[in-house]
């Protein structure tokens, strides 16, 4: 080990290899739901480096654990506690390599943050269009291993929709330079995409290069309350045939999650007189004008109340207006995780039965944990709902008995309080309880999070031996040491 | 051999398992520039049939081509002379399997048209932006096969990003459901896009979930006339600025190509008093109106003329002198086949650098190749030019007298008329001369046509030895046996 680390010192420099306090807060994930060990955390300048480290690594049979700005939700990035591996973090490559605005590209490493990719954009005149909670320090890196998501996908697509080239560190220690601005490229295997979304399990993304658009004129926001889940789903439709593309939001929150933001944030408040189980947040991107966007939006809305599809509107009348209905929508993860901890479920199922998937789902887990609160929000445009449940509130609990005992008897194996204890050994419970509805569907486990360590005991329940079977042969012929973030996906 | 045959018609009925002059129009591509041999060609009705062939040919070893309209313009669903392979037919798989209109989603088998899938979609007041020259008889399957682009990719993106779920057959013959209808599925590894594009050499697409879109209300078109290419890379640029993703069509031709269909179609005028360089078709699609959409292009069209960027330009004032506009372009390949023999380059370039390459590659040709004729034109929107060369026309030939020894040289290797044969052998030249281009200027030698057996050895000559390596040891991955669609791609 010794010989090890003086290795890798000599490949990325003494000051670039941390240990002990050093590297403790790259072996814990941001939820701190997993900690893990590991002999360094290596920080390599340059895509050459990462490549010097991996073929060490390879050599000497050595885990890496790649790690973007550490924000993931299902812990792809953290270790385990065998203490094995190194974690190789590609914070240090941070540089933007160039923006083409004729051809609308931008070449970026892969440990720039999110929101440095957007600004550069901006500062070109171009959108980037990826947007997520955790932008500001989440990096492009960890966003297209995990193909992430966010709140444009509805109109821009995921994470893989929005890049074109890549730049990776095979399992060899090879470097491959796939980092073409074409917008077509038919010659050969898709390459790319494997690597898209395999969460570092089949090489490290070291650069990328993405796509941007022209910045949009004018943005507004609208809200709407409604009765159900169902008038949303149509809602939707009724958006998408009058707005088109310029459509680029439509996310859903229920009246529970409102409250929330308004019990925890005092400065959030409804715009509506009265309460309403469902709001919708519509978001227009026009290229004309403000006023051509606000027009579209009023003429949608007036539609939507005139056929009871809403109960009622409001239409935000500048930008600080639209920045105060989006922050509704935007404190709802934290306002829940100031109530305390809570399971989350990243699921999507096809937008047709996004309400009988939420109607049946609410009702099984009220049956079977009876108190239980849904915080149900998300991206309705793209089928995904951040299906999120929270413990009974103190003194109204009122949990089944036969899962009173088993809670019980698995509290040891926790270190937090009771209740919290007693609420987080119903997880795998309620998972399955969910996922179960989310396969009857046809939905996903995993919509945008991915899989990580923390579903990937799901991932076996679920997928077919098929599909299992084809991701083992590719992971073997591309890895066959086992290094790439071992234990992660599969 | 007849072992085979007689298992073969036990799977699928004699009646379809073709031989002799049966099977004799699935042997020639649809530009008669291949043909080969093959046992037989089978046409399977079901997913289930095609796994049970499959199966028997991985018993066998005996290879499989699979095909689908036969409209490539690659060679890659033809066999080769060996006969040792059947073609594997998808044509009997041909139903729409269902459409969920609030999914925006269809599932069709591998053997729909494309056109039946389009006008499937649109009797649901949905749009499938797939489109393109072959649409009448070209299949989805083979569409994904190859990642068919055509002329809305620069809205739309090419087949790849139309598609969110396949089930497929693997060389193993097991069945894939991998149908979702998803937007989002962050749950292992992007099979999907392997399989997409990698023209049958590592399983069998059998059925495709395809997304749809709300029906436009208006499409309008209107024609630019202006002094070169780069004035339309600029046009681009102000046109995507003026109107977002209401710009779904931006195509380039030459007067070169404008003279040709004028010349072979005569009732295909051009619209302009004067003649131009080059000319630019643009199209919206609007979901307000055709007066919106027609004002949206008339301001555009207004500062694009008060910039010097255009020198002239028509917008159509009805569905019909749309379609006339739109005819200019579709007649080109056609008019260029009445011309003779001609040498295609399905090049990509980054949008930036597609002046500069039409313009160094042109000087290029002429001073090795002198008199030889470009018909350029294509997806400029997607910095992708059907860069094509026909032969100097008679009487004024011009040729290089070194050549012109090659050429005789090799003129015994062909049984076409002496010029067409003259013409035809100088295709890897004149091939490397443009793809060292597309090269220098980071471009792709097949931007939607594919590899195919066509361009097998260029694509050895200009990928990299990391790249190919990863894509062959995925083939081996996947196809051991080297049973799927063997001397395609790689």
Known sequence: VADLLDQLRGLVGAAHVLTGADAAPFLTDWRKRFTGKAHAVVRPASAQQVADVVKLCAHTSTPIVPQGGNTGLVGGATPDASGNAIVLSLARMNKIRGIDAANNTLIAEAGCVLQTVQEAAAAQGR????????????TIGGNLSTNAGGTQVLRYGNARELCLGLEVVTPRGELWDGLTGLRKNNTGYDLRDLFIGAEGTLGIITAAC????????AQVTALAALNNVEDAVTLLGLAQAHCGPTLTGFELFSEACLKLVEKHFSDHRSPFGARHPQYVLL?????????HAQQLLESTMQTALERGLAQDAVIAQSQAQSRALWELREHISEAQALEGKNIKHDISVPISRIAAFVQETDALLQQHFAGMRMVTFGHLGDGNLHYNVSPPEYGSRNIDAAFEVKMAEK??????????TLFLS???AIYQCVHDQVRKHAGSISAEHGIGQLKREELLRYKSEVELRLMRVI?????????????KVL
């Open 210 to 217: 993405v796509k941007l658009f022209p910045l949009p004129r």
């Open 283 to 291: 978001e227009l991107s026009d290229h004309e004008s403000e006023a």
């Open 127 to 138: 959108l980037f269009p990826l947007s997520l909670a955790a932008e500001g320090s989440a």
């Open 411 to 420: 509290a040891h194996e926790y270190c937090a309080d009771t209740s919290e």
């Open 426 to 428: 119903q997880q795998s």
């Open 475 to 487: 992971k073997l012929a591309l890895d066959p040491l086992n290094i790439m973030n071992p234990g």
